[in-house]
Structure formats: C-alpha cells, structure tokens
C-alpha cells in the first residue's frame, strides 16, 4: 500500500509534451500531481523527433533560399559537423535535467521509472536502482506513453538493424548511401536532411503511387519534384520483401517486390507508429493490452469502471501530432479538475472541435507543405457538398519577392452550403507561416463573406488568401 507521501490527486505516466501538459493543468487547478518517466522527461519530440529534425532541416532549407535569391551566393556546401552539433545543442545532449526541474517547478513531484498500472487508481513504478514504489491517485491515472517506431514484418529487416526517427535526428555521423523506407512525413524530412547534411546516394523505396498520400495530392507531386532535384532516387510502387546483413555494422541490401537490389550503409524505416503501451498494465484494469486506448471527447477511456483513467497524446490514437497532444492534455486536464472539484465540466474542448475539424500539420520539407482540416477527397467522402480552388502561389506579387523562380501552390476546400473552409492546403518555401491563419478560419468556421474583409497586406505571400477569395468568386 502506497504511503501518505506516494498519494497524489492525479498521476500522470509519461513526461512527454501531453503528460507535462496535463501535469500543469491539473496543478493549475488545484490539484497534486506526479509525473512518472522511464526515459527522458520531455519525451521522444524533445529529443527524437519534433525539435532535432527541425535543426537539421533549418540549414537545408536556408541554404535552399539563398540559392533561390539573385545576389546571394553559398560558399561552399553545408557545414554537417556544425549543424550536428546545433543539434545536440537543441536536444540539450540528450540531458533531462531542465525538463526534469520544470516539471518540479510547476509544481509536480517528478518519478523516475517504469510506471505501470497495478489496479484502479494504482501504479507501480519499478526504480531504475531496483526496487518498486507503490503511487495512488486520489482522482485520476493519465497515461501518456506517446508511441514506438513500427518495424515492418519484412523477413532479414529487424535483424538487419535499421534505423528509425531516433538514430536518423541523432546521428553522429552521416552515412554516403541510405535507403529510407515509407514516403510520409517522417521519410521525406529526414530522407532530405541525411542528403544534404552527406547521404548522397540516398533511395526512397514507396510502396504506393505517391509522396504524402494523406494531404492534397499536388503538395506530394511538388515535393517528388523537388526530392529527385536534388538527386534523391525516388522509387514508387517498390515494396521491400527481404532485407540482409550479413555482418554486423555492414551494408545492407534490401530486395523489392519489383526484382530491384539496393545497397546502402544504413537503412531508415519510417512507415508509421504504434501506441506505447506495452507492459503498462491495461490488462489489469479491464483493457486489452495492446492500445491505441479509445476515450471520449474528454479523453477518458472508454471502458474502465469508475472512469478514473484517460489517456493522452499519440497512445490514444487520435492524433499523432505534438500539437494535439497537448491540445487534448489542456482539454483533459481541465475536465479532471472540473470533475474532482465538482464543478461542471461541459468544457470548450469537449465539442471535439480540434479532432472534428482537422488539425494543422507542417511538413518541413523544402518545398514546405502544410495542410488543416480535410482534403477534397476526404470532404466529400464525408458528404459535403463541396468546390475547391486553386491558385499558382508563384504568381503572388510578394512571392516573386520572396525567391527567384519561386513555386508554389495553394488549396480550399469550401463547403458550398455554409460557405465555409473545410480546409486548406499551402505548398512551397516559407509557407508553413501562412497556417495559423487557415487554421482559425477552418476552425472557427469564417464565412467566406466575413473573411473577405480580412485584407492580406502587401506585397506578401499572405496575398494568396485574396487570390483563393477570387477564384472562388467573390
């Protein structure tokens, strides 16, 4: 039984962005909060994903720019050694120790170790000097253990040691050949940051027909253009069936369905992830142990007696972006609160308007893309009346400014009956600060008649958003 010292009001299993949210939330309200982590506090985006990739893209993408500007010259080629180093600056060297003191600031008492659930409103947490400590929580257990790279069932590949995001953002150094396997967000960044930074002969093996396949089509059309550019082999419909290594730290050889042999130094896999929920005790509260957990618009999961348990981030399945895992931790922590305290909990966030209208997305590749709220495709596959427009960003006044030759193209989605965006979609350089601003007219549903006095200033890339107005009609 746990001590008067181990009980706390809510307790929150992994330290991730959604945990630590939640954790502060929750404070914030007047609670007492725990927060258990095995690895480090800050989670995989800290250190594996969101922030190093980005540091290792940021120079590729300045010195795309500088090539793109009459007037400015780059020297020489990419200073790999230094970007790699920012990086370790970026990831603080791998060292939680800031995330940890934040966490205590908040204030919420930080655990080092496994957690797993022991039972309702219990979890044990196995030290790593040895040893378990027994938590309770007085309102609420949150967990929010984010996910793990999947490894494909494809025979020779697990044991040909391939890389995922973590070794690829946490490189030391920068194989000449790479194969990078998938054709999603994840492959496309890292596959043109590893080039640029050293992987020279780098090859893309894409099981489908296309780049990107859940945003607009044009956007993936844009980037394969821009990929094989700069001397990416770019191989679509090459599905891989065998990989080998016969000696440890060796080539690899990966053999596609197509009869195709490639050969590499390393091999990156980024076909997806799987919700981290292995060996946290589901089973032991009524819950098959295997996840994505399914909740609520409150983020609580469904199926547990008594309601005490939610689930946050990437382990629920809803959302793999960062972003929205704290939007959902914010949501969830204020509906824990609300329901300890006894006050209603009829929140904003329980209308579900960030997962029911579609959640921004930036690929930060060169061309940048991003995207919010539903492709035509898909909006119409949800039975809306709709018409989409479109517009060459390069014939924008403030784009010409921007770069010499700059391309570039935008998208709405109107959905004819409100007259509202049901989304958008921008493709080219320097585009992802375009996207607050479609996501609060997808989100807050503008009328097309309102945002038409919402004046772009000029002469910047902003004016796209009075070209897509006047193609629609208005």
Known sequence: MADAGDVFDVIVIGAGPAGETVAARVVRGGLT??????????????????????ALLRPVGLAAEVRRMPGLELRGAIDTAAVLARRDEAVSHLDDGGQVSWIESVPAVFVRGRGRLAGPLRVDVTRPEGGVRALRARHAVVIATGGDPLIPAIPGLREARPWTNREATSVRRVPKRLIVIGGGPVACEMAQALHALGAEETTMLVRGDCLLGRVEPFAGELLADSLRRSGIDLRFGCTPVRAERPVPGGPVTVHAGDGSVVEADEILVATGRVPAVAGIGLETVGLEGRGPITVDASMRAIGVPGGWLYAVGDVNGRNRLTHMGKYQARVCGDVIVARATGTPDDLPGLRDIADDLGAPQVIFTDPEICAVGRTESQA???????????????????AYLQAD???????????????????????????????????????AEIPLDRLWHAVPAFPTVSEIWLRLLEEYGL
């Open 33 to 54: 909060a725990a927060v258990v982590e095995e690895r480090l506090a800050g989670g995989e985006c800290s250190y594996y994903a969101c922030i190093p990739s980005k």
């Open 380 to 398: 119409r596959a949800d039975g809306f009346r709709v018409r989409a427009v479109e517009y060459d960003m390069g014939a924008v006044a403030g």
């Open 405 to 443: 030759g700059y391309t570039g193209r935008a998208k709405a989605v109107v959905d004819e009956d409100r007259r509202v965006l049901l989304g958008v979609t921008f493709a080219g350089p320097g585009v992802a600060d375009l996207l607050h601003a479609a996501t609060i007219a997808v989100t």
